[in-house]
């Protein structure tokens, strides 16, 4: 099932409702799911590899803890800072900016041309980092079962 964009998130509590919540696909609904996107995301850094390998450790821990409760919702959303912590560093490491497109001009409407790559050494060893915990989150057997039982319970539909 798609990940709803639908629910009025600021009022949910998935921790109380995981019958609400949908993985999605990637990092869908990283910072809408409450209250896990509160606990994660003070951690969540990547400007330096030293920064990144603190930040990545960190939440993985949580990952950790999170399957220690079988809270999968908590996990699955550990594993998309992580792949979000990849995915933004790996960004800034190929455009200073951070911005991967620009508009052509105003007229184009939609079309948008992709920036030339500026790579940054630095952020490119941040994505890697990330990149590590991230896999190992989500290849983690517990995990796997966990998102198995939660996509039989509640995402059948």
Same mark, same amino acid.
């Given at each position: ?23 999605g696909?990637?990092?869908?609904g ?8 509160s ?11 030293e920064i ?5 450790e960190?939440?993985?821990e ?7 409760n079988n ?21 800034y *490491? ?5 911005? /991967?497109? $620009?508009? =052509? ?5 939609? &079309?948008k041309?992709? @920036? ?7 952020? *490119? ?5 990330? /990149?590590? $915990?991230? =896999? ?5 057997? &517990?995990?796997?079962? @966990?998102?198995?039982?939660h ?7």
């Amino acid at each position: 099932m798609p990940f709803d964009y639908s629910l009025d998130f600021p009022n949910i509590n998935f921790r109380q409702h995981p019958e609400l919540y949908r993985v999605g696909k990637g990092e869908q609904g990283v910072l809408l799911v409450e209250p896990y996107k509160s606990e994660i995301l003070p951690y969540w850094r990547f400007k330096t590899p030293e920064i990144a390998k603190e930040s990545s450790e960190k939440i993985y821990e949580i990952f950790l803890v999170y399957l220690e409760n079988n809270d999968f919702i908590g996990a699955d959303m550990a594993r998309k800072f992580l792949q979000m912590g990849y995915t933004r560093s790996r960004r800034y *490491a190929n455009h200073k900016s951070g911005r /991967k497109y $620009k508009s =052509i001009s105003p007229e184009s409407g939609d &079309k948008k041309e992709v @920036l030339p790559y500026d790579v940054d050494p630095v952020k *490119a060893e941040s994505a890697a980092i990330f /990149k590590a $915990k991230w =896999i190992q989150a989500k290849t983690n057997e &517990k995990y796997l079962q @966990l998102l198995a039982e939660h996509k039989r319970m509640y995402e059948l539909e």
